[in-house]
């Protein structure tokens, strides 16, 4: 059973329209939740740490929410070069400094 | 650039042969993990180390995988007698911080078994 679910696993947008992404956790705890951005070939490149409900964290066109039981990374009037996978990961209350339990990802496409 | 670095980048071989990655983390890093990544899926924890301890490891990393890291610097990942299901992209990363969950991740080494 996966822990951490994202959907969709792909989405194809032009640029400018404004989409989210959803990540959705099943731990006992949430320590914390992570998002990542991975462009192929190359490891994962961190965004974002979200600690607690409600919490929200933005960064050029991205801001990613949590709520308790999932998490949103919206993408405002993306462009290009936002196309990339990104992940979200979570760490366990119990698990402090350890594993990350990476989802799937969702990989997003925007053309010009 | 002082990024993470990994080696070999490519690494293609025989059923049955060892192979041996390293990975260098970002200098004062103290924290260094191994993750494995196959297509479609998301990096898998397999291991960590603080300084030179090696303080946990997956259910994944079989008797097959062993990991080092010497002095606290570089970490070295082998895999012995290598099976097709070895096949995947093997990410190092390293922190000074885990409880921010801010990683920072080589490019990978990318092995294929035949």
């Known amino acids: 059973e996966d822990q951490v679910t994202q959907s969709p696993e792909a989405l194809r947008l032009q640029e400018g329209e404004s989409s989210s992404l959803n990540c959705s956790y099943t731990?006992?705890?949430?320590?914390?939740l992570f998002w990542y951005r991975q462009d192929p070939g190359k490891g994962p490149e961190f965004l974002f740490t979200l600690y607690s409900a409600g919490e929200e964290k933005e960064k050029e066109r991205l801001k990613a929410t949590l709520t308790k039981k999932e998490s949103f990374l919206h993408i405002t009037a993306p462009k290009p070069e936002d196309s990339a996978t990104y992940l979200c990961?979570?760490?366990?209350?119990?698990?402090?400094?350890?594993?990350?339990?990476f989802g799937k990802g969702t990989t997003l496409s925007v053309s010009s | 650039d002082t990024g993470v670095s990994q080696n070999p980048r490519h690494k293609i071989t025989k059923r049955g042969q060892n192979v041996t990655f390293r990975c260098d983390p970002i200098s004062e890093h103290n924290r260094l993990y191994w993750y494995r990544q196959t297509l479609g899926q998301g990096p898998e924890f397999l291991t960590y180390?603080?300084?030179?301890?090696?303080?946990?490891k997956s259910r994944l990393l079989s008797d097959r995988f062993s990991a080092e890291r010497p002095k606290g610097s570089f970490s070295t990942l082998e895999i012995q007698r290598t099976e097709q299901g070895d096949s995947a992209m093997y990410l190092c990363a390293s922190t000074t911080n885990p409880n921010t969950g801010e990683l920072f991740f080589g490019e990978g080494s990318r092995l294929t078994v035949l």
């Open positions: 990961a979570v760490q366990e209350v119990n698990q402090a400094g350890t594993a990350l339990i």
């Open positions: 731990v006992s705890g949430l320590r914390g």
């Open positions: 180390f603080q300084n030179e301890a090696q303080l946990e």
